[in-house]
């Protein structure tokens, strides 16, 4: 035994004259560097121990009689190694479990020899010569499969040797997550952000929410470009994949986007809560700037809780999932047991608030268009991601539980599954059942296919965010009869009420059209001005009825014709007289 002796480097000539040592340890040296033809001079060798060292190779030569063989604790020793180098090991300890799938690790590799066996015994039968060099060859295969068994850390769901997502019904389930939440997560932020350049309470966490959501789907994306990539021989990509730097921001993106998603979701139910009583009380809600305050310091959080998985070596490279699974060590399993008490917490809170919010609330209050779709949404989006979080849960603590006992393939699939489904079904439910998408794709479609500049006011009902609810798109037309510019800007009626202008729009007249003075061709229009004249869309195809002169009727098709597309609402026209 040669234990705690400091050694760096083995020569060539370290072991002459010692043909008959059976077993050498060493063990717990600083061994970085074996010749490979050390150990010829030891054919006797039966038991070697070369943990705990720092090697990055290993010789194969001289070490075919080995029995057992113990390189655990060798981190830089992630080449493969090749069974038929060691024909009689019959116990093997190894770095990294993808180093065992060569010594039939994997069950693929184990059926493949048995149909080679049974055509083996089938040709046995025919020729006895043959016969029984085939059985001496069986025999030697059943005695290298007996040691494959001792072979330490083992291969299974998250240590696989061919596919890393597994069955099709997984892999296919993970490729659909990460396509819709990478569309629909994109589609929700640009509606949002290219409606409105001062985003209220409600929709910045709504967009927040996405941009967290976006980013589990870009790790899903990751899983599934390396499951494709390695299609069938993960053993070879295991190592690389784990030690690797792509292996920790793959971690940090998925731990970063399931804290910041839920604690976004913890501040949208408490905005939501605020803003509907002062809403009620004040019909408005003053609570912006606290709001991103809030947000910015949930933001810091999450990014704290994905950076420190990363000063433990263990954490991310746990499996190639890259999630800090609990590995047995205190440190792996008190994180996830932080993390999900946590998470547990905040969404009992979201609980709490929203009961308490909707047993407040009257039938009223929940029927007003401008709050009840944000308040729904949020709940809805509360109930999915709690009923999600709660199997996730549930195997996090299911190694402190010793009676219960969890197939990790089922562990695996739980978790591929049920771990980035809220950032595919979040996104979908804004989309499909939230009113306030529809509008913000209108706008987000007239905003694209507007030809000429135009000057967009609307009024947030919470607090004067311009294109919020409703964008009513004045236009400036230069070619009416002549160089004529209309409908300028149609603002002052809009920015003298605190209500949404879609309620204002339906209820109330349209807002003053104001005439720029301009050049005209002679024996046109000797007066600009006529009396206010009230024009209805009549039907669907938008048909322009007036019941004043031919000057207004023109002015008003050039501006309404550019806002094609909304409601059929009731406008009046106030034409100011322009003296010559």
């Given at each position: 035994?040669?234990?705690h002796?400091?050694?760096?480097?083995?020569?060539?000539?370290t072991?002459?004259?010692?043909?008959?040592?059976?077993?050498l340890?060493?063990s717990?040296?600083r061994?970085?560097?074996?010749?490979?033809?050390?150990?010829i001079?030891v054919?006797?060798?039966?038991?070697?121990?070369?943990s705990?060292n720092?090697?990055?190779s290993?010789?194969?030569?001289g070490?075919?009689?080995?029995?057992?063989?113990?390189?655990?604790?060798?981190?830089?020793l992630k080449?493969?190694l090749?069974?038929k180098n060691?024909?009689?090991l019959?116990s093997l300890?190894?770095?990294?479990?993808?180093?065992?799938?060569?010594?039939?690790g994997c069950?693929?590799?184990?059926?493949?020899?048995?149909e080679?066996?049974s055509?083996?015994?089938?040709?046995a039968?025919m020729?006895?010569e043959?016969?029984?060099?085939d059985?001496?060859?069986?025999?030697?295969n059943?005695e290298?499969?007996?040691?494959?068994?001792h072979?330490?850390?083992?291969?299974?769901?998250?240590k696989?040797c061919?596919?890393?997502?597994?069955?099709w019904?997984i892999?296919?389930t993970?490729?659909?997550?990460?396509?819709?939440?990478?569309?629909?997560?994109?589609?929700?932020m640009l509606?949002?952000?290219?409606?409105?350049?001062?985003?209220?309470?409600?929709?910045?966490?709504?967009?927040?929410?996405?941009?967290?959501?976006?980013?589990?789907?870009?790790?899903?994306g990751i899983l599934?470009?390396?499951?494709?990539?390695?299609?069938?021989r993960?053993a070879?990509f295991?190592i690389?994949w784990?030690t690797?730097s792509?292996?920790?921001?793959?971690?940090?993106?998925?731990?970063?986007?399931?804290?910041?998603?839920?604690f976004?979701?913890m501040l949208?139910a408490?905005?939501?809560?605020?803003?509907?009583?002062?809403?009620i009380?004040?019909?408005?809600s003053?609570?912006?700037k606290?709001?991103?305050?809030?947000?910015v310091?949930?933001?810091?959080?999450a990014?704290?809780?994905g950076?420190l998985?990363l000063?433990?070596?263990?954490?991310?490279?746990?499996?190639?999932?890259c999630?800090?699974?609990?590995?047995?060590?205190?440190?792996?399993?008190?994180f996830?047991?932080?993390?999900?008490?946590?998470n547990?917490?905040?969404?009992l809170?979201m609980a709490i608030?929203?009961t308490?919010?909707?047993?407040?609330?009257?039938?009223?209050?929940?029927?007003e268009n401008?709050?009840?779709?944000?308040?729904?949404?949020?709940?809805?989006l509360?109930?999915?991601?709690?009923?999600?979080?709660c199997?996730?849960?549930f195997f996090s603590?299911?190694?402190?539980i010793?009676?219960?006992?969890?197939?990790?393939?089922?562990?695996?699939?739980?978790?591929l599954?049920?771990f980035?489904?809220?950032?595919?079904l979040?996104?979908?439910?804004?989309?499909f059942?939230n009113?306030?998408?529809k509008?913000?794709?209108?706008?987000?479609?007239?905003?694209?296919s507007?030809?000429?500049?135009a000057?967009?006011?609307?009024?947030?009902?919470?607090?004067?965010?311009?294109t919020?609810?409703?964008?009513?798109?004045?236009?400036?037309?230069?070619h009416?009869?002549?160089?004529?510019?209309?409908c300028?800007c149609?603002?002052?009626?809009l920015?003298?009420?605190p209500?949404?202008?879609?309620?204002?729009?339906?209820?109330?007249?349209c807002?003053?059209l104001?005439?720029v003075?301009?050049q005209?061709?002679?024996?046109?229009?000797?007066?600009?001005?006529t009396?206010?004249?009230?024009?209805d869309?009549?039907?669907?195809?938008?048909s322009f009825?007036?019941?004043?002169?031919?000057?207004?009727?023109a002015?008003?098709?050039?501006?309404?014709y550019?806002?094609?597309?909304f409601?059929?609402?009731?406008y009046?026209y106030?034409?100011?007289r322009?003296?010559?």
């Amino acid at each position: 035994s040669l234990q705690h002796n400091q050694i760096h480097e083995i020569a060539e000539d370290t072991f002459q004259g010692l043909s008959s040592l059976r077993v050498l340890d060493l063990s717990r040296n600083r061994i970085h560097q074996i010749h490979r033809e050390a150990f010829i001079s030891v054919g006797a060798l039966v038991n070697l121990d070369l943990s705990f060292n720092e090697l990055t190779s290993v010789p194969t030569e001289g070490l075919s009689g080995l029995n057992q063989l113990k390189l655990t604790g060798n981190s830089e020793l992630k080449e493969p190694l090749a069974a038929k180098n060691f024909a009689k090991l019959r116990s093997l300890s190894v770095p990294y479990a993808y180093q065992c799938c060569a010594f039939w690790g994997c069950d693929s590799y184990l059926n493949s020899n048995a149909e080679d066996s049974s055509h083996q015994d089938q040709g046995a039968l025919m020729d006895r010569e043959k016969g029984k060099s085939d059985v001496l060859r069986n025999e030697e295969n059943e005695e290298l499969g007996q040691t494959i068994i001792h072979c330490t850390p083992a291969t299974g769901a998250f240590k696989p040797c061919e596919y890393l997502l597994g069955s099709w019904m997984i892999r296919l389930t993970v490729w659909f997550i990460f396509l819709v939440a990478l569309f629909f997560n994109l589609l929700v932020m640009l509606t949002i952000f290219a409606s409105c350049t001062t985003l209220p309470s409600s929709k910045l966490f709504i967009s927040l929410i996405s941009v967290s959501n976006l980013f589990m789907g870009v790790y899903t994306g990751i899983l599934t470009f390396l499951d494709a990539v390695s299609w069938g021989r993960f053993a070879e990509f295991g190592i690389w994949w784990e030690t690797g730097s792509g292996c920790r921001v793959a971690g940090f993106l998925a731990v970063f986007s399931s804290e910041s998603a839920i604690f976004f979701l913890m501040l949208a139910a408490v905005e939501r809560s605020l803003s509907a009583k002062e809403f009620i009380k004040k019909g408005k809600s003053n609570r912006q700037k606290q709001f991103q305050i809030a947000a910015v310091f949930a933001f810091l959080c999450a990014v704290v809780a994905g950076c420190l998985p990363l000063f433990y070596k263990a954490e991310y490279s746990a499996s190639p999932l890259c999630l800090p699974f609990p590995t047995g060590e205190t440190p792996s399993l008190g994180f996830t047991v932080t993390l999900v008490l946590l998470n547990s917490l905040a969404f009992l809170l979201m609980a709490i608030i929203y009961t308490k919010l909707y047993c407040n609330l009257e039938k009223e209050d929940l029927s007003e268009n401008s709050q009840s779709s944000t308040i729904k949404h949020v709940a809805w989006l509360i109930f999915t991601n709690c009923i999600f979080f709660c199997p996730v849960a549930f195997f996090s603590f299911a190694p402190l539980i010793t009676a219960i006992s969890i197939s990790p393939e089922i562990m695996k699939s739980v978790t591929l599954i049920f771990f980035p489904l809220p950032a595919c079904l979040n996104p979908v439910l804004y989309v499909f059942f939230n009113p306030k998408f529809k509008e913000d794709w209108k706008l987000l479609r007239r905003h694209l296919s507007r030809k000429t500049g135009a000057v967009a006011i609307a009024v947030n009902s919470q607090g004067g965010c311009a294109t919020q609810d409703f964008y009513y798109d004045c236009g400036v037309y230069t070619h009416l009869q002549g160089n004529i510019a209309v409908c300028e800007c149609c603002e002052s009626l809009l920015l003298s009420k605190p209500l949404p202008c879609k309620h204002l729009i339906k209820s109330q007249s349209c807002p003053t059209l104001a005439v720029v003075p301009c050049q005209r061709p002679d024996g046109y229009w000797s007066d600009c001005g006529t009396q206010s004249a009230h024009s209805d869309y009549a039907d669907e195809d938008d048909s322009f009825v007036s019941d004043s002169s031919d000057q207004v009727q023109a002015c008003g098709r050039a501006c309404f014709y550019q806002s094609r597309g909304f409601p059929l609402v009731r406008y009046a026209y106030n034409i100011p007289r322009i003296k010559d």
